[in-house]
């Protein structure tokens, strides 16, 4: 294998192997097909390409036109110009189904599902990163800048997936870029000849270098590659890692610090990864538990809280963590005068569930779990150290269910300065319409208690908001204030505004995120989904603590302490489907549900069922018409290159065997590079004239094509070897005849203009050659044919005589 094919062959690889990265955020992962079939027509391009004596750039240009091409069939045949160009209408459609994919992207959490605008997001974006490498690896031969768009490739798959792809991925991708730079060593350490260094040749005079074991640049270079290899992979352990997440997986923001008794617990945003989940597909379990609660509506299970409203978003504060006390603190806040019932349950998350915090029932007294888990006090909650997560957990939770009265709660005095100064904070860039709003709400009440149940049925029933999964999400303080004057929007929308409102009115808030209480299973367990995710506010009242409310419409239950004594309207009811709320799950699996990716990997799903889904979840055109369309694409692009493609290969061949050298070939290679001087005067305007001898002939092309100096010199001696060759008893070898060869074209070349060097270059008139030796192999076919038919004909007009 020649060095460009081999470097050609290692560029499609280390894409590739980079782009393994990305699989784990799409399912089913089938375009990795599709993009390494566009990659190969690409490098295939290019091939061709490359052998044009010209610049590099119009390489670059072939494969990109290719690139484009295959992309047009597989993503708009239909819209395309003669169902393979792109046009107005193909293009409208690629912007269309980029736009999608973007929605798609923000809208489904990891893994996405397969569809036609993520397809083109991922196989287009491999696309375009195999090209830049081709182009910097192969074409410039610089393969040391081309991990710049491999590690682009990479870093854009562990963004997706919230940090989460692991070191099997970086180690397919930087052996992808090893061996992307060893082929380039190889190729570059072809062309020195003897090397300097542990080099061994075989006993044979002649023989190349390498028979032996590697030589030394090469056994050094991949020292150095597995050394640097090593050390990346080394690094991340032994450095405070980033990972985590809240909901839907392992992404997110937060992180521990150090071991044993201390460190600290930062900040986490669960904002996208929230609204990812509610828009999910599919209400794939997360966990399922069993409790001995008489009634677990009101059950929610807490993750995180998030205290600190800086104006752009809602955060969790910096605190210090400890081990996980036999029993947790007694809840702050909380009255012994308040009743309160202890409450066990059991839980077991699914293993397809990954993140570092963990569900519980808020409060938790007790959890009982294996592992290495931390404790928060402040928010009491529990978060993973060292990488552990919630995949496959099991654990116990006593945790208590509180039951303050309102007039308990109306009666509560104030806060303490400290927790009321912390937790009634906003920031000054807080549009005034949003106090102003709040007391308006709760203009009448008499107390902290009223202002908030005032505020929850503002927003669950008398404001006129409505619940949407699909509004723009935001937590900025012109998030709220766009909030409060659309009135649409989902279940962050709603907690953090009234939890701004409170504060506002100096009532301290903060808003927890988790999970709503689940659907109870006929077996007594409850199961709960990942469209359960939810968001909520707690208002702080000294004597009850933190205590729940629930301002998004249609979702939750409504704590029986935050109902109005006398309702003027139903109020909100369990966590059950209404006829409105499409978003919640249902006791009873939908047919779209029937079959979960997770029974697909077990190989529990009914074969009808999952016959079903592939032919009405199928994406992307079939694969045979897509190969048969990238090679009618390539059929277009070579077809009007075949005569270029030609005329390079004869010019090679007839040059190459000018070079060899040995007794009897001395006449053959000499007219070999008399016919490609004769056949470069043809592609530049000057017919061939097989009449005149080859002095004359060689004075005739000096004449008419202008050539000058060195190229006139090049052709007269030229000619005068053709003569020798072909007069003298014993023609001399002459050397040198394939470097006259090329001074004669650029002779030609120099002295014409534009126009005729690309006809030249693209259209070459001596291609002719091709349509006679076509035209004399068919006429000698037929004849061929003619004679075995008049042959047999005459023999089967004999064979009756012979009979009778």
Excluded at 576 to 589: D, K, M
């Amino acid at each position: 294998m020649s060095g460009p094919a081999r470097l050609a062959l290692a560029s499609w690889a280390a894409t590739l192997m980079a782009a393994g990265a990305l699989l784990p955020l799409v399912r089913p992962a089938t375009w990795i097909f599709t993009a390494a079939f566009v990659l190969a027509l690409v490098g295939g391009a290019g091939a061709p390409a490359r052998r044009m004596p010209s610049a590099r750039w119009p390489v670059l240009a072939v494969q990109t036109a290719v690139a484009l091409l295959a992309l047009t069939v597989i993503f708009a045949r239909e819209r395309a110009v003669l169902g393979l160009f792109p046009g107005p209408a193909a293009l409208a459609h690629a912007a269309d189904l980029f736009r999608a994919g973007a929605e798609d992207v923000g809208q489904y959490a990891v893994p996405a599902p397969d569809t036609e605008g993520i397809r083109l997001m991922l196989v287009g974006g491999v696309v375009v990163i195999g090209l830049l490498v081709d182009a910097l690896a192969v074409t410039f031969r610089r393969a040391a800048p081309a991990g710049l768009p491999l590690l682009a490739l990479y870093s854009v798959a562990a963004g997706l997936s919230g940090g989460g792809a692991g070191w099997l991925w970086f180690l397919l991708a930087a052996t992808g870029y090893l061996l992307l730079l060893l082929s380039e060593g190889r190729d570059r350490l072809s062309r020195w000849g003897r090397v300097f260094g542990g080099a061994r040749r075989s006993g044979r005079p002649g023989s190349p270098v390498g028979d032996g074991p590697s030589f030394a640049p090469t056994r050094t270079g991949r020292r150095i590659g597995a050394a640097a290899m090593g050390v990346a992979l080394v690094v991340p352990f032994v450095l405070p890692g980033l990972d985590g997440g809240l909901l839907g997986g392992t992404g997110g923001g937060e992180g521990t610090g150090g071991t044993g008794k201390g460190g600290t617990i930062s900040a986490v945003n669960p904002l996208v990864s929230l609204q990812d989940d509610l828009r999910q597909q599919e209400d794939r379990e997360v966990l399922r538990y069993r409790t001995n609660a008489p009634d677990n509506s009101g059950m929610y299970l807490r993750l995180v809280a998030l205290d600190r409203f800086d104006g752009v978003s809602w955060k969790s504060s910096v605190r210090p963590i400890g081990d996980v006390p036999e029993r947790l603190p007694w809840p702050e806040g909380l009255a012994q005068g308040v009743r309160v019932t202890e409450v066990t349950t059991n839980l077991v998350a699914s293993d397809a569930y990954e993140q570092k915090w963990l569900p519980m029932p808020y409060p938790a007294a007790r959890v009982d779990i294996d592992g290495r888990w931390r404790y928060e006090p402040a928010g009491r909650m529990l978060v993973g150290d060292d990488g552990q997560t919630t995949r496959g957990a099991r654990y116990q939770v006593t945790s208590l269910e509180t039951e303050p009265t309102a007039e308990q709660l109306a009666a509560a005095p104030a806060a303490p300065e400290k927790l009321r100064h912390e937790y009634t904070r906003v920031p000054a860039s807080l549009p005034p319409d949003v106090r102003k709003t709040a007391l308006a709400v709760t203009a009448g009440a008499r107390n902290d208690y009223e202002r908030a149940v005032r505020l929850q049925d503002w927003f669950a029933r008398d404001g006129g908001f409505r619940y949407d999964v699909d509004v723009e999400s935001g937590t900025g303080v012109q998030a709220v204030s766009r909030f409060l004057k659309d009135k649409e929007g989902f279940c962050v929308h709603f907690s953090f505004s009234m939890a701004a409102m409170a504060r506002s009115l100096g009532i301290p808030a903060r808003v927890a995120v988790g999970f709503m209480p689940g659907t109870t299973q006929t077996d007594g367990s409850v199961s709960v989904g990942i469209r359960d995710a939810h968001a909520w506010p707690e208002l702080y009242f000294e004597g009850a603590g933190w205590t729940r409310f629930e301002p998004t419409p249609s979702r939750g239950s409504t704590p029986s302490y935050a109902r109005e004594a006398a309702p003027t309207g139903a109020a909100t009811g369990p966590a059950q489907p209404g006829p409105s709320a499409s978003e919640a799950p249902s006791a009873a699996p939908s047919a779209s549900e029937s079959c979960t990716p997770q029974m697909r990997r077990l190989g529990d799903c009914d074969p009808k069922a999952m016959a079903a889904e592939a032919t009405a979840g199928g994406s992307g055109p079939d694969p045979l018409t897509v190969v048969l369309l990238s090679l009618a694409v390539v059929a277009v692009l070579v077809l009007p290159l075949l005569p270029l493609f030609w005329r390079s290969r004869v010019r090679a061949r007839r040059l190459g065997s000018a070079g060899t050298r040995g007794a009897g070939e001395t006449a053959a290679r000499t007219l070999a590079v008399w016919r490609e001087i004769n056949d470069t005067a043809w592609d530049y305007g000057i017919e061939p004239d097989g009449s005149r001898t080859p002095r004359r002939t060689a004075e005739r092309i000096v004449r008419l094509g202008g050539l000058r100096d060195g190229a006139a010199e090049a052709v007269h001696r030229v000619a005068g070897a053709v003569e020798e060759a072909l007069y003298a008893p014993r023609p001399r070898p002459v050397a040198g005849l394939a470097e006259e060869a090329g001074r004669v074209r650029a002779g030609f070349h120099a002295g014409a203009n534009r126009r005729t060097r690309l006809r030249a270059l693209l259209v070459p008139r001596s291609a002719a050659r091709v349509r006679w030796a076509a035209s004399a192999r068919w006429s000698s076919t037929a004849a061929g044919w003619s004679d075995r038919r008049r042959a047999l004909t005459s023999r089967l007009r004999r064979a009756p005589q012979g009979t009778g």
